[in-house]
């Protein structure tokens, strides 16, 4: 049933169908579920998965080993440009054709824009886009989707806030195609420097989807039923002077709930460092670490998808 997505990569959040999406979720449900049981049957078995990691990760990197871990499946990794012999001056594509012969998938993170593209070009197994510089992030923007559906119960006819750095957050960039594809408000909630980039949406607004833009974070929590809280993403700045000006800009607190009445799903890709405070962190909207666990299953989903064991 989910042969669609044999042998494909996973690079940009606009290559997804809401059908798609649907069965990804459907089994990434199936796996929660096994695991719950401790059922998760060993479908990667004999599989190798290989994360080359040449940006900082906790999250993503360890996720996507937990996964195929969980699955039966190996994991062998580069966890930083330093180790591997990008520090020799190797093409990407020159190791992606390599470690396209140790491994049956690829996960790469790259501070490039376009890396990952430029990674499956070359490569002949599936390669995921774990992070792409300031571009895409996917597959968050998969569990992302997931977590709205869990936390909410659907995905249609609400209203979501993107906060915080549009301009150079990947995981905002790819988690907006794939809500234009359902019918979400989005609010778009930035200091004018950190706007989302004009392509975005502009494609977005040729989409039919509803898109607002603001400054303004409390006018924005008063009406959404999710905020989607982000870091300003310090080390994409030229001038340290820039990020100073915006650092700081955006943040929930118990108080700011309390004071406007609302208890919105509050999300977050995480790692957070003061856009939410941890008093927050006891609010029954406070998902963004079940965010996290979410991770391991849709991961889990794709990783057997794209090597085809289902
Ligand atoms: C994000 C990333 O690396 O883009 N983290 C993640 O993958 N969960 C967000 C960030 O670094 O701010």
């Known amino acids: 049933m989910s042969r669609h997505l044999k042998g494909k990569h996973i690079l940009h959040g606009n290559q997804f169908s809401r059908e798609e999406l649907g069965r990804i979720m459907t089994l990434a449900t199936e796996f929660e579920k096994k695991s719950e ?65 140790y491994a049956d998938v690829i996960v790469i993170r790259h501070p490039m824009i376009g890396s990952a593209q430029e990674a499956a070009e070359a490569a002949s197994v599936p390669v995921i886009n774990a992070g792409d510089g300031a571009g ?6 998969i569990l992302d989707v997931y977590t709205i559906q869990r936390e909410i119960g659907s995905l249609e006819n609400i209203t979501v806030s993107l906060v915080g750095d549009l301009k150079f957050g990947r995981t905002v960039h790819a988690l907006v195609e794939l809500l234009s594809l359902y019918r979400i408000k989005l609010i778009f909630v930035s200091p ?49 002077s820039d990020y100073e000006k915006v650092k700081g800009m955006y943040v929930i ?9 609302k208890e919105p799903v509050i999300m977050h890709p995480l790692p957070r460092v003061d856009e939410i405070t941890t008093d927050v962190d006891n609010h029954p909207g406070a998902a963004y670490f079940r965010q996290v666990r979410n991770g391991i299953f849709v991961r889990m989903a794709l990783l057997a998808m794209v090597t085809g064991v289902v």
């Open 136 to 141: 895409q992030h996917p597959t968050q923007a």
């Open 253 to 261: 607190s118990d108080p700011l709930l309390r004071e406007t009445k």
């Open 37 to 101: 049981r401790n059922e998760i049957p060993p479908l990667m078995r004999g599989k190798i998965l290989a994360t080359l990691f040449f940006e900082p990760s906790t999250r993503t990197r360890l996720s996507f080993e937990a996964s195929m871990h969980r699955l039966a499946g190996a994991v062998i990794s580069v966890a930083s440009a330093e180790t591997s012999s990008a520090a020799k001056g190797e093409t990407l594509a020159d190791t992606a054709r390599t470690v396209s012969q």
């Open 192 to 240: 004018d420097s950190l706007r989302m980039p004009h392509e975005i949406t502009e494609s977005l607004r040729q989409k039919e989807a509803h898109v607002t833009e603001t400054d303004d974070l409390k006018e924005a929590l008063l009406l959404s039923d999710v905020l989607y809280m982000t870091r300003i993403q310090k080390e994409r700045f030229s001038h340290l």
